[in-house]
């Protein structure tokens, strides 16, 4: 089988490593290879003393060393993403391209991202909606609204990625909730973008989403600056109760290491391992 580089952009918070490594174990025992956990960038960044003693590895460099040492087989490059990112579109690609110079004999494989809205796959969507109703219990919440929530991205095709998420939730948790919406926790500026909003600060500004109990729908694969405790996102919640007194907000975890999603990481890396024999 060929070796798997499981990959995610990467993050200076060490929760998001830890939770990479955690998924790339439970892949292995799915898809019976070795899965290695490594970032695109930041992560290299993080002391190994919050690491458990082993410090974050990049893709390119893990490539190059695994070749460089006579690795014999192929490798499935498996992005821990949910869409078509720039990152794996253009910046990956360029990457293999310069390894392949180096490495003529090198048989890299990147395999797909994890939500392709062609195809009627519930399985992301299961695991946003298992968060959900995991708050709603928690919280003892009732009437409760949700909002699934993003990154942002300046491409088109990852912000279809969101809104086919937050269609599928709806028609999942049904009469469960309130009501189901989407938003992004950012953009870029420019009408250009407007396909990005609203964005989460804006939501939680207008009605009904500015009052009551508000479930956030994490779009995030593991904690970080973001998603994590006290990141970006908490702050717009917390602003935002500011201005809304009747505001009530509600986190769900990521969903990173649900079984639904590592079952799709299992079904993308087997494809690719497919096509590079």
Known sequence: MPTCFLF????????????????????????????????????????????????????????????????????????????????????????VAALRAKFPDARLEQ????VDVGLEDGRVAGALAAAVRATIRRENLTSAKVVVVDHGSPLRGVAQVRDHLACQVAGLLGAEVAEVSMASMESREGAEYAFNRPLLAERLRAAPFDAGDVVLALQFLSP????????????????????????????????????????????????AAGRVG
């Not at 799915?30 to 930041?42: D, M, N």
């Not at 500011?242 to 290491?257: K, N, Q, S, V």
């Open 224 to 271: 970080g600056r973001h998603a994590g405790a006290g990141g970006d996102i908490a702050e717009i919640c917390e602003a935002a109760k500011a201005e809304r007194p009747g505001l009530r907000t509600w986190m769900t975890e990521t969903i990173g290491a649900d079984a639904r999603v590592i079952g799709v990481l299992a079904e993308r890396y087997r494809e």
């Open 8 to 95: 995610d952009n990467g993050s200076l918070r060490p929760a998001s490593t830890l939770n990479l490594r955690a998924v790339a174990k439970a892949l292995e025992g799915e898809i019976g290879a070795t899965v290695k956990a490594v970032s695109l960038l930041h992560s290299s960044g993080v002391d190994a003393g919050e690491l458990g003693g082993e410090r974050a590895q990049l893709l390119e460099p893990a490539l190059s060393e695994w070749l460089a040492e006579g690795a014999k087989g192929p490798a499935v490059l498996l992005p821990f993403f949910f869409g078509p990112s720039a990152a794996l579109t253009v910046y990956v690609p360029e990457r």
């Open 111 to 114: 395999a797909g991202w994890l």
